[in-house]
């Protein structure tokens, strides 16, 4: 069964400090993986995917995500945050089971950027 | 990348009535189209999955002849809130998909608000 956890509920960070937001999935197959942002009163936007090619992958914004297998990870991550990049991140995990495809959100984790 | 509407983008019924939400994909056909319900600070919980031209796949726990979906044509579906309750005030969601297991587009939402 799929399942994903993200670690934080919230995480605070200074603007120019990095950023890691961490997700956990389970999945009974390969899957595909996802990071949304939502912006306050915004729809989500796609941040990055992972596909089952390179397992390091660069989204928008200077983001980026590594899918490890062995750890059955999928953490966001930014060298330097800016304070535009404060809302909330979805970690979503979606693949192929027996009625089709599924997908799964995480809770979310709310960013905050401090000046 | 590709766009999805939804209208309204909020509306206020009274108690009782019916609510029809839009969710069109703009420029490009979508066959699968997907129905989410936010609470506030919470993540989006799926509600339906819908394909175009046959009856929506429903989520455990909720009411199909509640929350009408029709997905007539590969860019329309519609959620209607049936005999709509205070309790059913939310902020609901659309996504489009091209194919499985594809980014989902997401519509800006629709606030409902039941009196």
């Known amino acids: 069964a799929q399942s994903v956890t993200q670690l934080d509920s919230h995480v605070s960070v200074s603007e120019g400090t990095p950023v890691l937001l961490r997700c956990n999935y389970s999945?009974?197959?390969?899957?595909?993986l996802f990071w949304y942002v939502q912006h306050p009163n915004k729809g989500l936007q796609l941040l990055l995917k992972y596909t089952s090619a390179a397992t390091l992958v660069k989204g928008i914004n200077g983001f980026e995500a590594e899918f490890k297998k062995s750890e059955t990870s999928f953490h966001l991550t930014k060298p330097s945050a800016h304070m535009s990049d404060a809302a909330e991140y979805f970690c979503v995990v979606s693949d192929e089971g027996s009625g089709g495809f599924k997908t799964i959100f995480g809770a979310g984790t709310r960013l905050f950027v401090k000046a | 990348g590709a766009v999805v509407s939804q209208h309204p983008s909020r509306v206020i019924c009274k108690s009782g009535t019916s609510v029809k939400i839009e969710c069109r994909s703009l420029d490009f056909q979508a066959t699968t189209m997907f129905w989410y319900r936010q609470f506030p600070k919470k993540s989006l919980m799926l509600m339906a999955t819908?394909?175009?031209?046959?009856?929506?796949?429903?989520e455990q726990g909720v009411e199909k002849d509640k929350f009408l979906i029709n997905h007539a044509s590969l860019t329309l579906s519609t959620l209607t809130v049936t005999s709509a309750h205070p309790e059913d005030s939310s902020f609901y969601i659309c996504?489009?998909?091209?194919?499985?297991?594809?980014?989902?587009?997401f519509g800006p939402g629709t606030r409902l608000t039941v009196l």
């Open positions: 819908s394909n175009e031209g046959s009856k929506a796949t429903y």
């Open positions: 996504s489009a998909q091209h194919r499985g297991p594809d980014e989902q587009f």
């Open positions: 999945s009974s197959y390969s899957p595909s």
